[in-house]
């Protein structure tokens, strides 16, 4: 029994657009029309991966099959690794790895050229029903999805939405694409455990406070939004002082203009040993970990070093005199003596399991405020 796109697109979740073509459609992270305010290719890029997106059907079928096309992203520092894909009931998880569909190599100019592959077929099996129930499929993490089309041996019909809608804005410690599993990053875990409906805005290598994500954020449904900031403007040595302070106020400005009384948590950076006290940008090590670019910073110029992002988010925080902002101090979701970072930067799954559950009693407390 195949499903037309309209009813897929309706079982849809953790996505702000979707891209209909003559192929199939596409979850976006992003709103479409942010494209043209795009310096580069990198945000695009990460914003079409599916992190966090669900196909939530009712449906009493034994099996789904999913016909897609995956994009991953690849460089000659990080050639492609495999992607997951998962269903989920109440009576247990069903998973699917792949290795195949489109790669995008990016050169050093954050350019890419697509390399085509195979589309997939993902057969996935789940637990014999009584009944409908709700199925869950965590598209990958780390690559973008077009679905062509999905089949099922029974009929299958779009979910209702979880519970409260949570936007999360972050960087790849967020959106979790170092890791193996789509379950995995910490914002979908805490997502799953508060029954909660998760956009997670997290896109590797750009949390750079740019206003037509905050933009998108104001104008998308939320009833509460989490915004975590400075690992990657350190990372890029992307701002200073002078310029930070105020893209971080137009940035909560412009979220604040669509959600005028929703909680808003401010979350600063998260444990990197190599930049909590040196610039950017960031390279590798000689030991293939996140090493730092030091240089001297005389009283005045502003350069950023975690600790420095962190004294100003915290002013930012305080002057804006907003009851419904609330500052987290990310050191106490990681720490620096927390470990769990192989590469000095990007949390393991332990980590963001330590991270999850740090902030989970947060989130339900602001929540319930």
Not at 86 to 112: K, N, P, Q
Not at 128 to 150: E, F, K, N, S
Not at 255 to 278: N, W, Y
Request: aromatic share 2%.
């Amino acid at each position: 029994m195949q499903h037309e796109l309209d009813d897929i697109a309706a079982a849809l979740s953790g996505h702000l657009d979707t891209e209909v073509t003559a192929a199939g459609i596409a979850p976006l992270r992003l709103p479409a029309w942010t494209r043209s305010r795009h310096a580069d290719g990198g945000i695009d890029r990460m914003s079409a991966q599916t992190s966090g997106v669900r196909l939530r059907v009712l449906t009493a079928a034994r099996e789904l099959r999913l016909h897609a096309t995956f994009t991953r992203t690849a460089s000659a520092a990080h050639p492609p690794r495999s992607i997951a894909l998962v269903a989920s009931t109440s009576a247990g998880a069903h998973r699917v790895d792949l290795d195949e569909g489109d790669i995008l190599r990016e050169d050093r100019d954050r350019s890419a050229v697509r390399e085509a592959g195979a589309a997939s077929e993902v057969r996935l099996v789940l637990d014999d029903p009584a009944g409908d129930r709700l199925v869950t499929i965590h598209l990958p993490h780390a690559a973008a999805t077009l679905i062509h089309r999905l089949e099922a041996d029974a009929p299958l019909r779009p979910a209702p939405a979880d519970g409260l809608r949570w936007i999360h804005y972050g960087s790849s410690i967020s959106h979790g694409s170092d890791l193996d599993d789509p379950r995995g990053p910490w914002p979908h875990q805490v997502a799953a455990r508060l029954d909660l409906d998760l956009v997670n805005m997290g896109f590797a290598g750009n949390a750079m406070l740019d206003g037509f994500v905050a933009r998108a954020i104001g104008a998308a449904a939320a009833d509460l939004v989490s915004v975590k900031v400075g690992i990657n403007l350190v990372n890029g040595d992307a701002m200073r002082a002078r310029t930070f302070v105020p893209a971080l106020h137009e940035f909560l400005d412009l979220i604040r203009e669509g959600h005028p009384d929703a909680p808003v948590a401010l979350i600063t950076a998260l444990a990197c040993p190599a930049h909590e006290d040196a610039t950017g940008p960031t390279r590798p090590g000689p030991d293939g970990r996140a090493a730092a670019t030091p240089r001297p910073v005389p009283v005045g110029d502003g350069s950023l070093t975690l600790r420095r992002t962190r004294s100003l988010v915290a002013q930012v925080a305080a002057a804006r005199q907003d009851p419904a902002l609330h500052l987290v101090d990310g050191l106490t979701l990681l720490g620096v003596n927390d470990g769990h970072l192989p590469d000095g930067l990007h949390p393991d799954q332990g980590g963001h399991d330590l991270i999850a559950a740090r902030i989970a009693p947060i989130v339900a407390g602001l929540l319930e405020r």
